[in-house]
């Protein structure tokens, strides 16, 4: 059998992808590849954040077949350990507030605040899945 070896594009759903573009480029930092009224996308290192319009993904006839999802969603974005400190000043300094912090049996501490599409974010340790991974 094949071997899937990661996850290429996650995907969240906006229905103000100006207010997206501002969050994740602005506050959050991630490089913004391509915006359209349609979706917005974002760089992250090996991967691809997608955020569509559900309206507009939803729509029958297009090349991709239709998409969507009603309420919030939920995205993790690993983090360092060290960096906890800086994440929880810079989102104060830019009016998100954080909703939870979770402190895993694992290993790590999770930070957890919503978009402007009220998704959920979080900035998880990598220890979480007993992955370890480096950066």
Not at 31 to 50: A, K, M, N, W, Y
Not at 51 to 74: E, L, N
Request: hydrophobic share 40%; aromatic share 12%.
């Amino acid at each position: 059998m094949p071997k899937i070896t990661r996850i290429f594009e996650t995907v969240l759903y906006a229905d103000d992808l100006k207010a997206a573009v501002e969050f994740y480029n602005g506050v959050i930092g991630m490089e913004l590849i391509q915006s359209s009224d349609l979706f917005v996308t974002f760089r992250c290192e090996d991967g691809v954040l997608l955020i569509f319009d559900p309206k507009k993904s939803g729509q029958q006839g297009r090349s991709v077949p239709a998409h969507g999802a009603t309420g919030p969603g939920h995205i993790a974005f690993a983090v360092r350990a060290e960096d906890l400190d800086s994440w929880r000043e810079h989102l104060r300094n830019n009016g998100v507030e954080i909703e939870s912090e979770v402190e895993w049996k694992a290993g790590g501490i999770s930070i957890y605040f919503r978009d402007p599409a009220d998704n959920s974010v979080e900035l998880a340790p990598t220890t979480l899945w007993g992955g370890g991974w480096a950066f």
